[in-house]
Structure formats: C-alpha cells, structure tokens
C-alpha cells in the first residue's frame, strides 16, 4: 500500500428536513464523518439501514451536497466542481450498486451498456476501440463475448453484476465505491463476484470504498473498517482489530448478531 | 390422536410446474420431506431453486394458472391436502398452517390498523365471540410476540412501525390461532442483523412453547444454524440431501452442499484471501435434464451423473441425500 492519500473526507454532515405532524424536524442523515482512502487500500463502512451509509455514498459521488466538511480527492477539494472538471472526477471514481438490475437500463444491450461511460468520456473513441475494450473487460469479468448482444432482463443477477463491473471500469477509475456489492446475489455466485474485485484490486491498484451490513463479507475485502450508527463513526480501525476485539458495545452487539454456522 | 409415528407434515414427489410463453420451467421436481411434531426444518436453497414455490404448493397459494402442481402429495397428518376442497383447504390456512413472507408490508393491509387485521384474522375461525373478547386475544397475541404496549398499538396502522415490528405483527396474525405448523419463507432477508437475531429468537420461543413445527425457507445457511433442527438442502426444484443440523453443518455429505458451506465467507476462523467458489451458474430449471441437476456445477461428476438422476439413499428417518457418489456400489 503506498502512503498517497486519494480521497479524503472531513468533518462531514448533512442534514433532512422533514415535516411530521405539522412540526419541524431535522434529521441528521450524516454527522462529522471523516475518513481517509489510501491508493489501492479497501476501506469498509458497515452499519445497519438508517446508519447514513448511503448518504455518505451519494455525497462522495457528488450527487447529494454536503451541508458541512471538506472531500479532497487526490490532494483537491472537489466539493463544487463543475463541468469538465466534474466529469474528469466521475471518471477516476466510479460506483456499482447493490441492485444493478435498476443501475442497467432495460433498453440498452450489453454492449452498450458496457461503452457507455466511455462514450460519455471521450466522444471521440473509435468503434474498434471501443470494442476491443469491452470485448476485454467482458472477458476479464468472466462473460461471453456472446453475451454482447442481449439485453439485461435476459442474464442472471451475477452477469448482470459482473456487467456493472465491467461498465465501472472501462473508463480505468482509481477508486471503485461498492454500495452492498453482493448482497442481492447468491451465495455460489457471490463468491464469485468478490473473488473478482479481489482479483481486480490486485491487477490495477484500485481503491475501494465498500459499503456493506454483512460483517464476514468485509472482514474478507477491506482491510480497515469504520463502524456507522445514526450518522456517526463508533468505531474505527483495522478490519480485523475491529471486528474481533470490538471496544464500542454496538459493534459489539453486530458482532454478537452475526449468524454464525460454528457456534 | 392416535398418529404416533405419522409426520406432521409429509411432501411427497411433488412437482410444480410454471408454465410461460417462453416454455415450461419445472420450479419444483419432485421434492420430498418430512416434518415431524415440535421439530424445525431449514429448507435451504438459492434463489430459483424452487423453495418458496413448494411452500405455496403446501399451502396451495401457488401463483395461478401460471404454476400447476403436476403430481404428489402433501400430507399434514397423513392426509392430502392436495385432495381437499377450497373450502376445506381455507379451513387449514391458517388454522393448521400459518405463514409468514418476507415482505411484511405485502401481507399487511396498509389501510387497516393492525388490531382490525388480528380480529379479522381471528374471526375466521371464531364467528360467535365479541368484538371486544376478539380484541382482547388481538392485544395478547401481540404481546406473545414481544410488542410493548400492545394495547395502545393495536390502534396503529403498519406504517407506523418499523421493519422489524411489521414483521412481529405478521407473526402474530400467523400465530393467532395456534397453528401446528408454521411456514416462514425468508423472514429475517428484509431486517437488519440485530434485528433478524431478535426475530429468529422469537421464532424459537413460539416453537418451545407451543410445541409448534416450523419450516424456515432461507438461503442463508447461517439463520439455519441458529434455529433449526434438520435441514432440507434443495437445488434445481429437488431435495438434494437432508440431515440432522450438526451433520449438514460438519459433515455435508452430497457434493452441492459441501460446496455451498465452503462459499460462505466465514467470520469466525482463519481469514482467507480468495473465497472457495462454484463455477458456472445455477440452473434455469427449463430444459428436461435427465441427469442430476448440480452435474454441470458438480466436481466429482462421471458419466452417471449426467445419464441419469440419482436414486434418494436413506441413512436413517432423519436423513438421506440424492448424489451418485454416494449410492452403495452394490445397488448400482
């Protein structure tokens, strides 16, 4: 791991305001949440579904704004940008969500959806260019190149992942943010998929940002790990120093939680 | 009763068939298995391996006309219930068999409060008692399920609760009238891990007090291992291997559900770079295979495999499994 800070992110917070029973109230999705991610380094955010996990993810994708704090991406605070410079941000970071049967337009075919982030980058690229790399991705993923022509409805949940994967990285991001990457595929096929980022991680130096409520998926991916609850970090450190000497009693009752096959 | 030796639940050969413009898809081929009094049965399986459609059939809630239950028999103590009328059959959901889904909010009426949707429950089985005696056993089947305050909150509409209450509350209707059976089709998928902990606690309560049996579907091998006592593993629309808790767990005997417990990624023990993973993708259960299912997936297949289904090998009453592998070599 080299000491290159690529994204950091300080002190920061937003907030909702809803209206119930005709009285105001803020809800405070994220508070004061600092973190930083190394180049090629696997960071986990675990928490449970209120824990503004995907607030935090939209913000760090800049399409929520921050109410407060600073996000830094290589060295530049990138909290305003605009235009060019916003699309040269979305190319070297990159998401996948947990249900890429919505992320994947019903209407485009493998192939399309594959280039498109491509196309959207650099207009110019010529066809052959653009189907020597998706025929590579495709294959690197471990999809048929017959696969080019059907359309999402058409493949199982783990293609239509390994699609989403293909799709983030044609464009060579930097850093990969995974929001519940695996949660809706099964367990034969779920192994699959995470050997692949492992494998992914190794080959390009990429960093991940990996979301995630299932504990013993992000003891196997990341290799430092922050605990969220209501918006806040209870606890951070290194995934392993984490999960098995939990200090704050919330990681601690996750921990506990944890259907486990050995007890 | 005299049914000493009868299961209370006994699946036998049953088979669903979905049928589509696209062809036939064969959901349930011929599973079978038992569930005897007070005991908790796992049916295990991923997605597409036919286990919420045979709890339909059992309950004969399957999707229509689409899916057909083709052949065989489900018997609650020892008789069909494929053989009974509608009428008949209501009088079993419910009374005899409750369920439990694992949206909450797909079985709740958002625009009941929950307390009318307990009465209503309960009436179906109760038409000469008050409305308020009903509402009495609404606020205690409530309570039974761990909902503090149950008197005020019978006025409360699901929306007002939390993923996990909503799931109590269904609980509670499934329960209300003392079933024999409960069948729970994937309750915890949608909650939390705290949360699913404290359902699953719940579930295990109901069964010790009431003597209940229960029939857990999940694909989660770890929900299974806190809470049942046999498990059913399913792949491809059949029962592939059954087995005490303990035995699927340490000693997995068909070759599917060893590699399923591999691919889990384990919390406890040594931490692993690479996950174990099985190759290829699960079956789309259309074409008439006439081999084992798990056979394209399989790493110890031979030429039997893929000629011929396996025979079902019993080792006990509470165990068997469907594998060529492991048919004595005599019997072939």
Known sequence: MTQNPLLQVHGLGKSYSMRRRGRRADIRAVQDFTIT???????????????????????ILLLEKPDTGVIRFAGREINDLKGRELLAYRREVQAVFQDSASALSPRMRVRELVAEPLLVQQPRVSRSEVDNRVASLLRRVGLSAKLCSHYP?????????????????????????????????????????????????????????????????????TSYLVVMRKGRIVEQGHTDKVLLHAQHPYTQSLVTALPSLWT | MSAGTIPLLDVRGLRVYVHTKDGTVRAVDGASFKIERGEALGLVGESGSG?????????????????????????????????????????????????????????????????????????????????????????????????????????????????????????????????????????????????????????????????????????????????CDRVAVMYGGRVVEIGKLEQILRQPRHPYTRALLKAVPQFHGRRLERLFQISG????????????????????????????????????????????????????
């Not at chain 1, 239509?160 to 994967?165: C, F, M």
């Not at chain 2, 056979?295 to 396996?310: G, I, K, M, W």
Request: aromatic share 4%.
């Open chain 2, 51 to 227: 286990k919420s459609m045979t709890c339909q059939a059992i309950m004969q809630i399957e999707p229509r006309p689409a899916a057909v239950i083709e052949e065989g028999e489900v018997l609650l103590d020892g008789e069909d219930l494929l053989k009974k009328s509608a009428r008949d059959m209501q009088r079993v959901r419910g009374n005899r068999i409750g369920m439990i889904l694992q949206d909450p909010l797909s079985s709740l009426n958002p625009v009941m409060t929950i307390g009318d949707q307990l009465i209503e429950a309960l009436r179906l089985s109760d038409k000469t008692s008050k409305r308020s005696q009903l509402r009495q056993q609404a606020i205690v089947a409530l309570e039974r399920v761990g909902i503090a305050k149950a008197d005020q909150r019978v006025h409360a509409y699901p929306f007002e609760f939390s993923g996990g209450m909503r799931q109590r509350v269904a609980a509670a209707i499934a329960i209300a009238r003392y079933p024999d059976l409960l069948i729970a089709d994937e309750p915890t998928s949608a909650l939390d891990v705290t949360t699913q902990h404290r359902f699953l606690e719940l579930l295990k309560d109901l069964k010790r007090e009431r003597g209940m049996s229960l029939l857990l579907v999940t694909h989660d091998l770890g929900v299974v291992a806190g809470t």
């Open chain 1, 153 to 221: 409805h058409e493949l199982s949940g783990g293609q239509k992942q390994r699609v989403a994967v293909a799709r983030s990285l044609i464009v060579n991001p930097k850093m990969l943010v995974l929001d519940e990457p695996v949660s809706a595929l099964d367990v034969s096929v779920r192994s699959q998929v995470l050997n692949l980022l492992l494998d992914l991680k190794e080959e390009r130096g990429l960093a991940y940002l990996m979301i995630a409520h299932d504990l013993a998926i992000l003891r196997h991916v």
């Open chain 2, 281 to 332: 993708e699960p079956p789309n259960n259309r074409e008439d295979l006439p081999g084992c299912h798990f056979a394209p997936r399989c790493s110890e297949v031979d030429q039997r495999c893929d000629a011929e289904y396996p025979p079902t090998v019993h080792y006990d009453d509470a165990s068997c499994t469907a594998c060529w592998r492991l048919v004595p070599e005599d019997e072939t």
């Open chain 1, 37 to 59: 991610v190394h180049q090629g380094e696997s960071v986990g955010i675990a928490g449970e579904s209120g824990s503004g996990k995907s607030t935090l993810t939209r913000m």
